[in-house]
T-cell receptor, first 113, second 113 residues
Framework: AQSVTQPDIHITVSEGASLELRCNYSYGATPYLFWYVQSPGQGLQLLLKYFSGDTLVQGIKGFEAEFKRSQSSFNLRKPSVHWSDAAEYFCAVRTGGSYIPTFGRGTSLIVHP | DTEVTQTPKHLVMGMTNKKSLKCEQHMGHRAMYWYKQKAKKPPELMFVYSYEKLSINESVPSRFSPECPNSSLLNLHLHALQPEDSALYLC????????????FGPGTRLTVL
């Protein structure tokens, strides 16, 4: 079965600083990978996804993520964080034969002014 | 358009009440999901409907009763809930095809007194 690890429970950055949120997965074949963002009291919004092809994926709100097969990672990055980016971020993975994604535990992003 | 709507936004109910949560999507998605989410935790899968038929029930207590009247609508009927059932209830629908992706609604915040 696939699994997802988000090693950081909380990340604190200053507004304007760069951001990297880590995500590692465990699955034998090429997984389908997703990053979702959740603002307080809201649903999950899809930021970006990777299925195949170019390993650097561009998403909404200026986010990007890079799939690294050798490291089993799919880290989320943003060059300059805005205060409105403060939220919970979930990495998710699913296999080609399943339509049920497995979510990581989430990383809470705190942005200092 | 990738919108999933949920009503009500907030719901407070007593342990003897009967209430329903509603989810709607008009994107032609043929798979719909109910998730339960506790604070600072990832969503937990409850039910999956595929082509209006219940395909997955993650051993959810019978006090939660899902219903899919048509391809656009998903209900979750609630009866005799417990305080520990208080949570954010998220609905999602999924595109179909090689790049299928889940899209989430904003959720219903349920409080059981």
């Amino acid at each position: 079965a696939q699994s997802v690890t988000q090693p950081d429970i909380h990340i604190t950055v200053s507004e304007g600083a760069s951001l990297e949120l880590r995500c590692n997965y465990s699955y034998g074949a090429t997984p389908y990978l997703f990053w979702y963002v959740q603002s307080p009291g809201q649903g999950l919004q899809l930021l970006l996804k990777y299925f195949s092809g170019d390993t650097l994926v561009q998403g909404i709100k200026g986010f990007e993520a890079e799939f690294k097969r050798s490291q089993s990672s799919f880290n989320l990055r943003k060059p300059s964080v805005h205060w409105s980016d403060a939220a919970e971020y979930f990495c998710a993975v699913r296999t080609g034969g399943s339509y049920i994604p497995t979510f990581g535990r989430g990383t809470s992003l705190i942005v200092h002014p | 358009d990738t919108e999933v709507t949920q009503t009500p936004k907030h719901l407070v109910m007593g342990m003897t009440n009967k209430k329903s949560l509603k989810c709607e999507q008009h994107m032609g998605h043929r798979a719909m999901y109910w998730y339960k989410q506790k604070a600072k935790k990832p969503p937990e899968l409850m039910f999956v409907y595929s082509y209006e038929k219940l395909s997955i029930n993650e051993s959810v207590p019978s006090r939660f009763s899902p219903e899919c009247p048509n391809s656009s609508l998903l209900n979750l009927h609630l009866h005799a809930l417990q305080p520990e059932d208080s949570a954010l209830y998220l609905c999602a629908s999924r595109t179909t095809g090689s790049s299928d992706t889940q899209y989430f609604g904003p959720g219903t915040r349920l409080t059981v007194l």
